[in-house]
């Protein structure tokens, strides 16, 4: 941590413009959830299941035995994949035969099928300082010394699990390695876990050239400048510091 701070100093003061006021170290917190969530293995459509759904919605076919004859295919294996397509569900039996879903129409338009798998599970960290969701695993950063204050401006926030599956919906669609990608469809569960708290730097700055007072905050979390936190100390603290400035000079 000392090394980083001199790091930090050494990038602002590199401005000769500007002088470092005041410099805080304190910490933030971020809720950590254990997330379950359903998902489905959706595969490049193969040639017999694109055949049987295009029989399917060409002719009336009821028996597996009449594919099988067509087709060259031994009828278990024909029998088998009429389950798994009624499982899934791309087709259903109705009075003249086996018959398309809307969703059947969809995938054989799209050559596609999904195959369910069992759920998963993962970690997501939510800041409210921030309202902002993140995968946990994307988190390295140590968490901050239990000696540190919290943040001067805290935020109530509150879990939402449409943005906690949005967040899924685009960071959990893993290419496969067979033409086939793993698909997150739903929230199963969303347990809050507990608060892990991550260290920030903050300075206080003056650009005398300038006139102006501005703040800085160094996310460890983000390993960046923290431009949100920044803006909230600023629009609450920048008079003050001036203020303080003209009372020194009298």
């Given at each position: 941590?000392?090394?980083?701070?001199?790091?930090?100093?050494?990038?602002?003061?590199s401005?000769?413009?500007?002088?470092?006021?005041n410099?805080?170290?304190?910490?933030?917190?971020?809720?950590?959830?254990?997330?379950?969530?359903?998902?489905?293995?959706?595969l490049?459509?193969?040639?017999?299941?694109?055949?049987?759904?295009?029989?399917?919605?060409?002719?009336?076919?009821?028996?597996?035995a009449?594919?099988?004859?067509?087709?060259?295919?031994?009828?278990?294996?024909?029998?088998?994949?009429?389950?798994?397509?009624?499982r899934?569900?791309?087709?259903?039996?109705?009075?003249t035969g086996?018959?398309?879903?809307?969703?059947?129409?969809?995938?054989?338009?799209k050559?596609?099928?999904?195959?369910?798998?069992?759920?998963?599970q993962?970690?997501?960290?939510?800041s409210?300082?921030h309202?902002?969701?993140?995968?946990?695993?994307?988190?390295?950063s140590?968490?901050?010394?239990e000696?540190?204050?919290i943040?001067?401006?805290?935020?109530?926030?509150?879990?939402?699990?449409?943005?906690?599956?949005?967040?899924l919906?685009?960071?959990?669609?893993?290419?496969?390695?067979?033409n086939?990608q793993?698909?997150i469809?739903?929230?199963?569960?969303?347990?809050?876990?507990?608060?892990?708290?991550?260290?920030?730097?903050e300075?206080?700055?003056?650009?005398?050239?300038?006139?102006?007072?501005?703040?800085?905050?160094?996310?460890?979390?983000?390993?960046?400048?923290?431009?949100?936190?920044?803006?909230?100390?600023?629009?609450?603290?920048?008079?003050?510091?001036?203020?303080?400035?003209?009372?020194?000079?009298?």
């Amino acid at each position: 941590m000392d090394n980083l701070r001199m790091e930090l100093r050494a990038t602002i003061t590199s401005n000769p413009d500007v002088s470092i006021v005041n410099e805080q170290l304190w910490k933030l917190p971020i809720v950590l959830y254990d997330v379950g969530f359903d998902q489905v293995k959706r595969l490049k459509m193969d040639i017999l299941m694109k055949m049987l759904l295009l029989a399917f919605q060409e002719a009336d076919i009821r028996r597996a035995a009449n594919l099988s004859e067509m087709l060259f295919v031994e009828e278990l294996f024909i029998s088998d994949l009429i389950y798994k397509m009624q499982r899934i569900g791309l087709i259903r039996l109705e009075k003249t035969g086996y018959k398309l879903t809307p969703k059947g129409h969809d995938y054989l338009e799209k050559g596609i099928f999904d195959e369910e798998m069992e759920g998963g599970q993962t970690v997501i960290s939510y800041s409210a300082i921030h309202d902002e969701y993140r995968l946990a695993r994307e988190d390295s950063s140590e968490e901050a010394d239990e000696a540190l204050g919290i943040y001067r401006y805290p935020i109530k926030g509150s879990l939402n699990k449409d943005r906690i599956e949005q967040l899924l919906f685009k960071e959990g669609v893993n290419t496969g390695e067979e033409n086939f990608q793993t698909i997150i469809t739903g929230i199963t569960s969303c347990i809050e876990q507990k608060t892990k708290y991550i260290s920030c730097v903050e300075f206080q700055l003056y650009d005398d050239k300038q006139d102006i007072f501005f703040s800085r905050v160094w996310n460890l979390l983000t390993s960046s400048w923290d431009e949100i936190v920044e803006k909230q100390i600023e629009a609450r603290e920048v008079v003050k510091w001036r203020k303080a400035m003209e009372e020194q000079s009298v």
